[in-house]
């Protein structure tokens, strides 16, 4: 008998390759706003936006009021939120929601698979129940899937913006709502795929299901965390289920 019957699999450089597709989507914020693209700018972005989820993880990031009352209305401030801080609060908030339709259609345009992605979605797809567990918008997980050949290898797609408060991995909250969602709720047969330790394997750890860390470019795995299974190539995973 198989061990797993539930498979979560992050999306972005996971099974995408994020970096480029971030990077394709921020030339056309750029062009957008009249100004130049420049490697230190998208720098500064990348690195900007990741720091915008993890302090939004751990709540430091706030609302106004007229925008908690209303779901979809809070993830589009809160995903805006970003663009008026790169841009140093010198756009108003309609430009930033602009920017953020802008941003978010251009991640739809050019999408990249990493190496293996559609291979190990066809292997798993024939002996598990596959679900992309993501942080990033819903509205872009369909076409990025689409665009690689693989939507119809997945089964169930959850998002940090399909749930209540908008919680993300690694929030236990995230995981007891992904559970509520797919209707599965024995933690021992699910197996969470995906690239990062904060979110993936920290996510694991913290509501008692294993992980596999995809280790990508093969980096030091830090005392703190403890994946299940390692892998530095997705076609690996055929070795561990």
């Known amino acids: ?11 972005d450089d996971t099974l995408i ?4 597709n971030v990077r394709y989507a921020y030339r056309k914020m750029v062009e957008f706003m009249d100004e130049k693209y420049t490697e230190e700018g998208f ?48 756009i108003s908030l309609e430009k ?4 953020n339709d802008l ?13 293996g992605a559609k291979e190990i979605l066809e292997y ?20 990025k899937l689409k665009k690689i050949g693989c939507l119809n290898l997945i089964d169930s797609i959850f998002s940090a913006d399909m749930t209540k408060n908008t919680v993300t991995k690694p929030d236990n909250k995230y995981f007891d709502e992904l559970l509520e969602f797919i209707n599965f709720h024995d933690r021992k047969k699910i197996l ?11 996510g694991g750890m913290n509501s008692g299901i294993d992980s596999i860390w995809f280790n990508r ?25």
Do not use: C
């Not at 008998?1 to 999306?11: S, V």
């Not at 941003?103 to 190496?115: A, H, I, K, R």
């Not at 969470?192 to 920290?202: F, H, K, N, P, Y």
């Open 1 to 11: 008998m198989k061990k797993y019957e539930i498979i979560l699999l992050d999306l």
């Open 17 to 20: 390759d994020n970096l480029e």
């Open 43 to 90: 720098n500064r972005w990348y690195n900007l936006d990741k720091q915008f989820w993890i302090d939004f993880s751990n709540q430091k990031i706030e609302a106004p009021l007229e925008y908690k009352s209303n779901h979809d209305d809070f993830v589009k401030y809160v995903r805006s939120l970003r663009y008026m801080i790169y841009f140093d609060n010198q």
């Open 96 to 99: 930033a929601f602009e920017i």
């Open 103 to 115: 941003f978010l259609d251009s991640l739809n345009e050019l999408v990249v698979p990493v190496e």
């Open 124 to 143: 798993l797809h024939s002996k598990y129940r596959l679900v992309i567990a993501t942080n990033g918008p819903t509205s872009a997980v369909e076409s």
């Open 192 to 202: 969470i795929i995906g690239d990062s330790l904060r979110s993936e394997v920290q």
């Open 217 to 241: 470019y093969q980096k030091q795995l830090p005392n703190n965390y403890a994946p299940t299974y390692i892998v530095e190539k997705l076609i690996e995973i055929k070795n561990i289920i």
